[in-house]
């Protein structure tokens, strides 16, 4: 055999090296990322979902990836994600940043792997069949966000005189808001207090319904909690303080961002489980056999910098009670 045509036959078996290399090498599974929150607002929480996914040796990028996709508080865009995902072929399809989220991933297939966060009791939304023995696909962490508007209602009804007027700001897209509404009105005539509600689903329906609050002249406010709602934190932040409003929120984030105080779970909590159902599954458990998960921790922040900017003063009895004082 002439040199040329050795060379030749030698180069040609090693252009295939490389494809043959990489046809031995397992493909790397892919989670499916869908929320009805914005990414600019889950930033830590991203963080505690791959702390989650690193307990069981499982980093992004390198042996697993992950396809976000969010909806930015727009809940008729999830049913279109989802397909998205499921086109995809996911390994599993995490549906989190609320209800709808969970709701749309349940819809989009029956098959694929799903891990849930919803704040709504997930039995009684039809999400799986008992928290111990969830069945089918699905599974997930409850996080009881829905169910505390009485108690965050109760810790304004301590901060505030009896004759002020309560606003309630509430979004009636959220699948929840029938259920929290109820509660709020229910809990508002067990205290005797008034309460008014503002109702918005979109940005020109929110500046509608700060007017609307300035206009009745509410003097305490509770942000019903809702992932729309989370996208635009820094807006019921600011009204809140131009008005010197105070104003109890459902996560520690606000009141890290500039709000009053807050009440309900730890969210960095929840994400990580959500890495951590997201591990098993990639793993081989089956999502009827994890039980649905539930947030025991549980965060009362109360932000003194913010108190002092709107005139208004905690007891020395209630700031004990917090589990974080912002200075």
């Known amino acids: ?16 090296w490389p494809l043959a290399t990489r046809a031995q090498q397992p493909a790397v599974p892919v989670i499916g990322f869908m ?13 505690a979902f791959r702390r989650g996914l690193g307990e069981s040796g499982f980093i992004e990028g390198r042996n697993v990836a ?21 086109n995809r072929r996911v390994a599993v399809l995490l549906g989190v940043g609320g209800d709808a989220s969970a709701r749309a991933a349940k819809a989009a297939t029956s098959t694929i792997p799903i891990v849930f966060g919803m704040g709504s009791d997930p039995v009684a939304a039809g999400m799986v069949a008992s928290l111990n023995r969830p069945g089918g696909n699905v599974t997930g962490v409850s996080v009881l966000t829905n169910e505390m508007e009485p108690k965050r209602l109760g810790l304004l009804h301590e901060l505030v005189s009896g004759t002020t ?12 808001a029938a259920d929290q509404l109820q509660e709020l009105e229910a809990a508002a005539g067990t205290l005797g207090r008034p309460l008014v509600v503002a109702k918005a689903s979109n940005d020109a329906e929110l500046d509608a319904a700060f007017a609307a609050l300035v206009r009745q002249r509410v003097g305490a406010l509770i942000v019903v909690a809702d992932p729309y709602f989370d996208t635009r934190r820094d807006k019921m932040i600011a009204f809140a303080a131009q008005h010197r409003l105070p104003a109890i929120y459902h996560f520690r984030e606000y009141t890290v961002a500039g709000g009053l105080l807050s009440y309900g779970v730890s969210l960095t909590d929840a994400y990580r489980q959500f890495g951590v159902y997201a591990a098993k599954i990639l793993k081989g458990d089956k999502p009827a056999d994890l039980p649905v998960q539930q947030v025991a921790r549980f965060e009362l922040v109360i932000n003194l910098k913010t108190a002092k900017a709107i005139g208004f003063e905690f007891s020395p009895t209630f700031s004990a009670r917090a589990d974080e004082v912002i200075e």
């Open 1 to 16: 055999m002439r040199r040329r045509e050795f060379m030749a036959l030698v180069g040609g078996a090693a252009a295939t």
């Open 165 to 176: 007027l309560v606003g309630a700001l509430l979004n009636p897209n959220f699948p929840a």
């Open 35 to 47: 929320s009805a929150r914005s990414p600019e607002d889950s930033e830590h929480l991203l963080a």
């Open 66 to 86: 992950v396809e976000y996709r969010w909806a930015r508080g727009d809940y008729a865009r999830l049913p279109a994600l989802a397909a998205e995902l499921v």
